[in-house]
């Protein structure tokens, strides 16, 4: 069973410039999250989607952040106009249906630099 | 606000038990507890998970004190490839927070 993958493994932008990270969920999983490590701090939420709708979007910093999900499967979270506070791993997690806390399955993240 | 914090970094020998704990004052009643383990350049890696006293699967145990203040990994006769950074993570109305993470450091 293919795990969860991202891309691009790696990105350097420009301050200012756009950049769209993918993240393919394992196969059946409806929960997808976001969440991103900031060099030196710890990994923070920011967003949940059951399928192809919002759960939570708390977590996400502010509006120049934009995820979606069309159609329940892969997800892209943008970032327009890219800042050098947004420099850090980004990963994404999947897991089954939320009854309990159950298992969330990550991948091996985005790390993108803003220069 | 549910906050985590763990050591920074440890350091043991291969053979040994090696035990982390994670602090979370203020964790809810309905907090779960989970621990990930992550190597460079992979995501996080799903270790053990519970809510209350002792939980043991093939890989670690994870004790949770009768107040849940904090949790414990328990790591047997840990091996060089246990090297590596293991976070703690509650989880609550589906609001999750992680530990900075500590960094073992298993030597031969």
């Known amino acids: 069973e293919a795990g969860v993958t991202q891309f691009p493994s790696h990105s350097v932008i420009e301050k200012g410039q756009t950049v769209t990270l993918r993240c393919d969920p394992i196969?059946?999983?409806?929960?997808l999250y976001w969440y991103r490590r900031v060099m030196g701090k710890e990994i923070k939420f920011l967003l949940h989607f059951v399928k192809e709708s919002k759960q939570d979007e708390s977590g996400m910093p502010n509006n120049r952040f934009l995820a979606e999900r069309t159609g329940g499967t892969y997800s892209t979270l943008k970032v327009q106009p890219a800042e050098l506070e947004d420099s850090g791993v980004y990963f994404c997690?999947?897991?089954?249906?939320?009854?309990?806390?159950?298992?969330?399955?990550f991948g091996p993240g985005t790390r993108l630099t803003v220069t | 606000l549910a906050k985590t914090t763990q050591p920074i970094s440890m350091d043991s020998y291969e053979g040994q038990e090696v035990n982390i704990t994670c602090s979370h004052n203020n964790i809810a009643t309905n907090d779960y507890i989970t621990w990930y383990q992550q190597f460079p350049s992979q995501g996080p890696r799903f270790i053990i998970q519970g809510y209350k006293t002792k939980v043991t699967n093939e890989v670690a145990s994870l004790f949770i004190p009768a107040d849940r203040k904090s949790s414990t990994l328990s790591l047997p006769r840990v091996s060089l490839s246990d090297t590596a950074v293991y976070y703690c993570r509650t989880y609550n109305f589906n609001k999750f927070y992680f530990g900075s993470g500590t960094k073992l450091n298993v030597k031969p």
């Open positions: 997690a999947s897991s089954q249906v939320l009854l309990t806390p159950s298992e969330q399955y």
């Open positions: 196969s059946g999983h409806d929960n």
